[in-house]
């Protein structure tokens, strides 16, 4: 059901590690490349920006946690990657869903209590660590770079498990929806909406983008 989120979200989080150059971050996220010790007012944007970010970047709940490691490690304060974890909530995909049932004038209301808690709750999460001296740092942080990305280990098993499982599910899916597909069409007539349309195309551009650079990678 989010496969297009998920390969859309881990496309973008690595183009913008790979590209976007630190100064960037350092123009968006207040105090960011600085070395002395945030105020309240710089975590507080941080936490404001990060939803922001995550809604242009339009990525589901699962796609964005790549381009949280990605802001953490360009040394976002925590508050402003919760609240960019915690914006799943506020994509244009939920608005888009919220907006179908709802209509937009609630939807966009539904968005805005939800900005307004997402931030508060960054907030408390970031000073509540903070007072229990607890709170993660970009300099005890291992980039997702600098781990191990392979081993023949117990995960190494449990992955091909767990593959094989979603692989039946995947096939059990496929075979259902070609089943109501079909119905659906002597029904209803078949066609696809437009934001359907935008994602497919957009999932199609990713899985090209990262077939090429595993090709470069490769021959490289």
């Known amino acids: 059901m989010v496969w297009k989120d998920v390969l859309i979200g881990f496309t973008v989080a690595g183009?913008?590690?790979a590209f976007v150059p630190s100064a960037f971050f350092e123009w968006l996220f207040?105090?960011?490349?600085?070395?002395?010790?945030?105020?309240?007012?710089?975590v507080l944007q941080q936490a404001v920006v990060g939803p922001i970010a995550a809604f242009f970047t339009f990525i589901g709940?699962?796609?964005?946690?790549?381009?949280?490691?990605?802001?953490?490690?360009?040394?976002?304060?925590?508050?402003?990657?919760?609240?960019?974890?915690?914006?799943?909530?506020v994509v244009l995909p939920v608005l888009r869903i919220n907006a179908r049932y709802y209509g937009w004038k609630m939807s966009l209301y539904i968005a805005l209590m939800l900005f307004v808690s997402l931030v508060a709750a960054s907030l408390v999460m970031h000073y509540g660590l903070l007072s229990f001296d607890a709170l993660p740092t970009a300099e005890n942080w291992n980039a997702p770079t600098d781990r191990a990305h392979f081993e023949?280990?117990?995960?190494?098993?449990?992955?091909?498990?767990?593959?094989?499982?979603?692989?039946?599910?995947?096939?059990?899916?496929?075979?259902?929806?070609?089943?109501?597909?079909?119905?659906?069409?002597?029904?209803?007539?078949?066609?696809?909406?437009?934001?359907?349309?935008?994602?497919?195309?957009?999932?199609?551009?990713?899985v090209a983008w990262l077939v090429i650079g595993l090709a470069l990678y490769l021959t490289g």
């Not at 207040?30 to 710089?42: D, H, I, R, T, Y």
């Not at 490691?69 to 914006?87: D, K, P, T, Y």
């Not at 002597?186 to 497919?200: E, F, I, Q, R």
Request: aromatic content about 12%; charged content about 10%.
């Open 152 to 206: 023949l280990n117990y995960g190494f098993v449990l992955n091909l498990i767990f593959l094989s499982f979603a692989a039946l599910l995947v096939k059990l899916f496929v075979d259902h929806k070609t089943g109501h597909d079909h119905d659906h069409h002597h029904n209803h007539g078949s066609g696809k909406t437009l934001s359907d349309k935008v994602m497919l195309t957009l999932s199609a551009v990713s």
């Open 61 to 89: 709940s699962m796609g964005n946690i790549p381009l949280a490691a990605v802001l953490f490690g360009e040394g976002v304060a925590f508050a402003g990657v919760m609240a960019f974890i915690f914006s799943d909530l």
């Open 30 to 42: 207040v105090g960011v490349g600085s070395e002395q010790e945030l105020g309240f007012w710089a």
């Open 15 to 17: 183009i913008i590690s």
